[in-house]
Every structure is written in structure tokens, then in C-alpha cells.
């Protein structure tokens, strides 16, 4: 199992910052993809940003392109997503997930989730 835990969220105004962290432990050697998903009131879970280790490759949603950065530290323990440029629409609780790959935007490719961490902007 791979434990996730997700800390960094908080309110901001709009055009604002915040930093998203998510620390994994267990048996991260089976995750080949993380990523950050996100879901406001009455929405659906929409994928934000992903990132493949070992390929080096991230993607995001088109909605948070160039304002958003997904990372991971040297060790592959702690996943990092920088919000900047914040607006009212961002306002969501934020998931870090794990799995094996495939879409990095669909929530049934992710097998670990955290408990969520709420980032509000006004």
C-alpha cells in the first residue's frame, strides 16, 4: 500500500499563491504516475496535473496551464503542485493520487488518494 498525505492548502486572494504538498510512503515502487485532482461543490473530480517519474513527463488541464506546476523532489517522496495566478474557479479541494499510468486525467487509473487538502480563493 502507498500511504498519501497532502498539506499546503489554505484561502488566498485572486491572482494569489499557494504551495501544495504530498508526502508518500509505503511501496511507492509500485506508483509510476502521481497526480493532483481537484473537486468543488457539485462538481465532478477533474484531473489538474500529473507528473511520470521515471519518463520525466507532466501534463496538465488546459484550464491551469502556465499557471500551475506539478513536481516531485529527488527522492520521489513528496509530489509539489505551485498554484499561482490564482482565480475564484480554482477554489476546490485538492487530491494527490498514485497509480500505475494511463490517462493521467482519469481518477480510475489512480489506486492511492489522500484526504484532500482545500484551497479557497476569493
Known amino acids: 500500500h502507498v500511504q498519501l498525505v497532502e498539506s499546503g492548502g489554505g484561502s488566498v486572494q485572486t491572482g494569489g499563491s499557494l504551495r501544495l504538498s504530498c508526502a508518500a510512503s509505503?511501496?511507492?515502487?509500485?506508483?509510476?504516475?502521481m497526480g493532483w485532482f481537484r473537486q468543488a461543490p457539485g462538481k465532478e473530480r477533474e484531473g489538474v496535473a500529473a507528473i511520470y517519474p521515471g519518463a520525466r513527463r507532466t501534463y496538465y488541464a488546459d484550464s491551469v496551464k502556465g499557471r500551475f506546476t506539478v513536481s516531485q523532489d529527488s527522492a520521489k517522496t513528496t509530489l509539489y503542485l505551485q498554484l499561482n495566478s490564482l482565480k475564484p474557479e480554482d477554489t476546490a479541494m485538492y487530491y494527490c493520487?498514485?497509480?500505475?499510468?494511463?490517462?493521467?486525467?482519469?481518477?480510475?487509473?489512480?489506486?492511492?488518494w489522500g484526504q484532500g487538502t482545500q484551497v479557497t480563493v476569493s
Open positions: 509505503g511501496y511507492t515502487d509500485s506508483v509510476y504516475c
Open positions: 493520487a498514485a497509480g500505475r499510468g494511463g490517462l493521467w486525467y482519469d481518477a480510475a487509473e489512480y489506486n492511492y
